[in-house]
Protein backbone atom coordinates (compact mmCIF):
# COMPACT_ATOMS: atom_id res chain seq x y z
CA UNK A 1 0.00 0.00 0.00
CA UNK A 2 1.35 3.25 -0.78
CA UNK A 3 -0.45 6.38 1.40
CA UNK A 4 0.84 10.18 0.52
CA UNK A 5 -0.34 13.09 2.41
CA UNK A 6 0.52 17.20 1.93
CA UNK A 7 -0.95 20.32 3.43
CA UNK A 8 -4.46 21.50 1.32
CA UNK A 9 -4.43 24.32 -0.43
CA UNK A 10 -7.17 25.27 2.13
CA UNK A 11 -5.71 26.28 5.78
CA UNK A 12 -5.54 23.31 7.54
CA UNK A 13 -6.53 20.74 5.83
CA UNK A 14 -4.47 17.83 4.28
CA UNK A 15 -4.72 16.29 0.91
CA UNK A 16 -3.88 12.29 0.86
CA UNK A 17 -4.02 9.44 -1.32
CA UNK A 18 -3.75 5.89 -0.79
CA UNK A 19 -3.23 3.01 -3.18
CA UNK A 20 -3.65 -0.59 -2.38
CA UNK A 21 -2.10 -3.42 -4.59
CA UNK A 22 -3.80 -5.40 -6.31
CA UNK A 23 -2.61 -8.43 -4.22
CA UNK A 24 -3.47 -8.50 -0.33
CA UNK A 25 -0.93 -7.20 1.35
CA UNK A 26 1.65 -9.24 4.17
CA UNK A 27 1.46 -6.79 6.31
CA UNK A 28 -1.79 -5.20 8.23
CA UNK A 29 -2.40 -1.60 6.78
CA UNK A 30 -1.85 0.75 9.47
CA UNK A 31 -5.76 2.20 10.95
CA UNK A 32 -6.92 5.31 10.88
CA UNK A 33 -6.74 6.74 14.06
CA UNK A 34 -9.32 9.40 15.74
CA UNK A 35 -8.09 12.81 15.15
CA UNK A 36 -11.38 15.02 15.53
CA UNK A 37 -11.57 15.97 11.83
CA UNK A 38 -13.87 14.49 8.71
CA UNK A 39 -12.77 14.08 5.45
CA UNK A 40 -14.63 14.19 1.95
CA UNK A 41 -13.18 10.95 0.20
CA UNK A 42 -13.07 9.66 -3.53
CA UNK A 43 -12.63 5.96 -4.87
CA UNK A 44 -13.55 4.72 -8.23
CA UNK A 45 -15.57 2.17 -6.87
CA UNK A 46 -17.56 4.36 -4.03
CA UNK A 47 -17.44 7.66 -5.77
CA UNK A 48 -17.53 10.75 -3.29
CA UNK A 49 -18.00 9.74 0.78
CA UNK A 50 -18.03 11.73 3.88
CA UNK A 51 -15.92 10.12 6.51
CA UNK A 52 -17.45 11.52 9.96
CA UNK A 53 -15.21 11.47 12.90
CA UNK A 54 -14.09 8.50 15.16
CA UNK A 55 -13.45 7.27 18.44
CA UNK A 56 -12.10 3.83 17.55
CA UNK A 57 -9.91 2.87 14.77
CA UNK A 58 -10.85 2.50 11.42
CA UNK A 59 -9.34 -0.20 9.25
CA UNK A 60 -8.90 1.09 5.21
CA UNK A 61 -11.44 -1.84 3.71
CA UNK A 62 -10.85 -2.72 -0.17
CA UNK A 63 -6.93 -3.61 -0.44
CA UNK A 64 -7.89 -4.56 -4.07
CA UNK A 65 -10.25 -4.30 -5.94
CA UNK A 66 -11.86 -6.71 -9.02
CA UNK A 67 -9.56 -8.94 -10.73
CA UNK A 68 -7.04 -7.75 -8.28
CA UNK A 69 -6.33 -4.34 -9.72
CA UNK A 70 -5.00 -1.53 -7.44
CA UNK A 71 -7.90 0.70 -5.12
CA UNK A 72 -6.81 4.30 -5.27
CA UNK A 73 -8.49 6.96 -2.87
CA UNK A 74 -8.02 10.08 -2.17
CA UNK A 75 -9.27 12.24 0.77
CA UNK A 76 -9.75 16.07 1.85
CA UNK A 77 -9.00 16.06 5.30
CA UNK A 78 -10.54 18.99 6.76
CA UNK A 79 -9.28 20.74 10.06
CA UNK A 80 -10.99 19.68 13.07
CA UNK A 81 -14.27 20.88 13.60
CA UNK A 82 -14.58 22.96 10.25
CA UNK A 83 -16.30 20.26 8.07
CA UNK A 84 -19.99 20.57 9.63
CA UNK A 85 -19.89 24.26 8.47
CA UNK A 86 -18.32 23.73 5.03
CA UNK A 87 -20.60 20.46 4.20
CA UNK A 88 -23.86 21.86 6.24
CA UNK A 89 -23.95 18.40 8.16
CA UNK A 90 -23.32 17.78 12.19
CA UNK A 91 -20.80 15.71 13.12
CA UNK A 92 -22.72 14.14 15.33
CA UNK A 93 -25.02 12.79 12.50
CA UNK A 94 -21.91 11.02 10.78
CA UNK A 95 -20.28 9.53 14.00
CA UNK A 96 -17.97 6.65 13.36
CA UNK A 97 -19.63 6.47 9.75
CA UNK A 98 -18.99 6.68 5.73
CA UNK A 99 -21.94 8.14 3.81
CA UNK A 100 -21.96 8.80 0.32
CA UNK A 101 -21.94 12.68 -0.41
CA UNK A 102 -25.18 11.96 -1.86
CA UNK A 103 -27.25 10.88 0.88
CA UNK A 104 -26.61 13.87 2.39
CA UNK A 105 -26.98 16.98 -0.40
CA UNK A 106 -29.15 17.36 -2.64
CA UNK A 107 -28.89 14.68 -5.74
CA UNK A 108 -27.76 17.80 -8.25
CA UNK A 109 -25.39 19.43 -5.93
CA UNK A 110 -23.97 15.94 -5.25
CA UNK A 111 -23.90 15.06 -8.85
CA UNK A 112 -22.16 18.71 -9.69
CA UNK A 113 -19.40 18.06 -6.74
CA UNK A 114 -18.62 14.86 -8.38
CA UNK A 115 -18.49 15.89 -11.75
CA UNK A 116 -16.41 18.60 -10.76
CA UNK A 117 -13.95 16.09 -9.41
CA UNK A 118 -14.21 13.85 -11.93
CA UNK A 119 -12.85 16.76 -14.46
CA UNK A 120 -9.96 18.19 -12.50
CA UNK A 121 -7.29 16.60 -13.55
CA UNK A 122 -6.99 13.92 -10.88
CA UNK A 123 -9.39 13.24 -7.67
CA UNK A 124 -6.61 14.94 -5.40
CA UNK A 125 -6.89 18.22 -7.69
CA UNK A 126 -10.37 17.79 -8.02
CA UNK A 127 -11.45 17.07 -4.34
CA UNK A 128 -8.88 20.32 -3.56
CA UNK A 129 -10.83 22.58 -5.65
CA UNK A 130 -13.86 21.20 -3.67
CA UNK A 131 -12.07 22.23 -0.29
CA UNK A 132 -11.45 25.73 -1.78
CA UNK A 133 -14.57 26.28 -3.31
CA UNK A 134 -16.73 24.90 -0.07
CA UNK A 135 -14.82 27.59 1.86
CA UNK A 136 -15.81 30.49 -0.22
CA UNK A 137 -19.74 29.67 0.21
CA UNK A 138 -21.81 31.03 3.02
CA UNK A 139 -20.97 28.83 6.14
CA UNK A 140 -19.49 31.12 9.10
CA UNK A 141 -17.29 29.31 11.67
CA UNK A 142 -18.53 29.32 15.30
CA UNK A 143 -15.59 30.78 17.54
CA UNK A 144 -16.87 29.05 20.62
CA UNK A 145 -16.09 25.77 18.42
CA UNK A 146 -12.39 27.51 18.17
CA UNK A 147 -12.10 28.11 22.05
CA UNK A 148 -13.52 24.72 22.33
CA UNK A 149 -10.69 23.58 20.26
CA UNK A 150 -7.44 25.71 21.91
CA UNK A 151 -8.84 24.72 25.34
CA UNK A 152 -9.30 20.92 24.39
CA UNK A 153 -5.79 21.25 23.29
CA UNK A 154 -4.13 22.61 26.18
CA UNK A 155 -6.00 20.20 28.20
CA UNK A 156 -8.38 22.51 29.69
CA UNK A 157 -11.25 21.10 31.67
CA UNK A 158 -14.42 22.40 30.35
CA UNK A 159 -15.21 24.80 33.41
CA UNK A 160 -12.29 26.29 32.38
CA UNK A 161 -13.11 26.62 28.90
CA UNK A 162 -16.56 27.83 30.09
CA UNK A 163 -15.20 30.55 31.96
CA UNK A 164 -12.30 31.76 29.42
CA UNK A 165 -15.66 32.29 26.69
CA UNK A 166 -18.52 33.39 29.09
CA UNK A 167 -20.34 30.55 28.56
CA UNK A 168 -22.01 27.58 30.28
CA UNK A 169 -20.49 24.17 30.03
CA UNK A 170 -23.99 22.72 28.26
CA UNK A 171 -23.58 25.34 25.84
CA UNK A 172 -19.80 24.43 25.19
CA UNK A 173 -20.94 20.94 25.39
CA UNK A 174 -23.90 21.25 22.50
CA UNK A 175 -21.26 23.23 20.37
CA UNK A 176 -18.74 20.26 20.90
CA UNK A 177 -20.93 17.76 19.76
CA UNK A 178 -21.95 19.38 16.84
CA UNK A 179 -18.76 20.29 15.54
CA UNK A 180 -16.37 17.54 16.77
CA UNK A 181 -19.36 14.53 17.11
CA UNK A 182 -18.50 14.14 20.82
CA UNK A 183 -17.88 16.13 24.27
CA UNK A 184 -15.19 18.08 24.87
CA UNK A 185 -13.77 15.35 27.56
CA UNK A 186 -13.39 13.19 24.42
CA UNK A 187 -11.67 15.49 22.24
CA UNK A 188 -8.90 15.87 24.68
CA UNK A 189 -8.51 12.48 24.67
CA UNK A 190 -8.46 12.09 20.80
CA UNK A 191 -5.92 15.42 20.50
CA UNK A 192 -3.93 13.61 22.91
CA UNK A 193 -3.65 10.50 21.34
CA UNK A 194 -2.34 12.76 17.96
CA UNK A 195 0.04 14.72 19.95
CA UNK A 196 1.88 10.80 21.02
CA UNK A 197 1.96 9.20 18.05
CA UNK A 198 4.92 11.31 16.53
CA UNK A 199 6.32 10.48 19.63
CA UNK A 200 6.15 6.85 19.23
CA UNK A 201 7.08 6.77 15.44
CA UNK A 202 10.27 8.60 16.92
CA UNK A 203 11.08 5.68 19.09
CA UNK A 204 11.00 7.49 22.21
CA UNK A 205 10.62 5.21 25.65
CA UNK A 206 6.86 4.78 26.78
CA UNK A 207 7.01 6.76 29.92
CA UNK A 208 9.13 9.63 28.46
CA UNK A 209 6.35 9.58 25.05
CA UNK A 210 3.81 9.60 27.34
CA UNK A 211 4.95 13.04 30.08
CA UNK A 212 5.52 14.79 26.84
CA UNK A 213 2.11 13.96 25.33
CA UNK A 214 0.18 14.64 28.50
CA UNK A 215 -0.70 11.41 30.19
CA UNK A 216 -0.71 11.04 34.05
CA UNK A 217 2.24 8.27 33.34
CA UNK A 218 3.22 5.26 30.84
CA UNK A 219 -0.08 3.07 32.42
CA UNK A 220 -2.59 5.94 31.42
CA UNK A 221 -1.28 6.07 27.92
CA UNK A 222 -1.52 2.80 27.61
CA UNK A 223 -5.15 2.66 28.56
CA UNK A 224 -5.92 5.46 27.07
CA UNK A 225 -4.10 4.00 23.24
CA UNK A 226 -5.77 0.56 23.76
CA UNK A 227 -9.50 2.09 24.31
CA UNK A 228 -8.64 4.76 21.48
CA UNK A 229 -7.67 2.18 19.03
CA UNK A 230 -7.70 -1.06 19.90
CA UNK A 231 -4.12 -2.09 20.37
CA UNK A 232 -1.28 -1.51 22.75
CA UNK A 233 1.19 1.52 22.14
CA UNK A 234 3.88 -0.94 21.22
CA UNK A 235 1.57 -2.62 19.06
CA UNK A 236 0.54 0.87 17.10
CA UNK A 237 4.30 1.74 17.33
CA UNK A 238 4.92 -1.45 14.81
CA UNK A 239 1.89 -0.71 13.01
CA UNK A 240 2.48 3.03 11.94
CA UNK A 241 6.43 1.95 11.37
CA UNK A 242 5.64 2.49 7.75
CA UNK A 243 3.81 5.65 8.30
CA UNK A 244 6.64 7.13 10.52
CA UNK A 245 9.12 6.02 7.09
CA UNK A 246 7.06 7.83 4.50
CA UNK A 247 7.59 11.23 6.16
CA UNK A 248 10.80 11.01 7.86
Do not use: N
Request: hydrophobic content about 45%; overall charge positive; charged content about 20%.
Amino acid sequence: MTYRERPAALPGAVLWTREAGGTPASAPACPVLPDGCMDLLWSEESGLLVAGPDVRAQHPAGTAGAAGTAVRWAGLRFAPGTAPVLLGVPARELLGRRVPLAELWPARRAARLRDRVARAGGPAAGLEAAGLELAAGPGVADPLVAALLAGARAGRPLDRIAERTGTGPRLLHRRAVAAFGYGPRTLTRVLRLQRVLPLLDAGLPLAEAAVRAGYADQPHLGREVKALTGFTPAQLRTLRRPVAAEHA
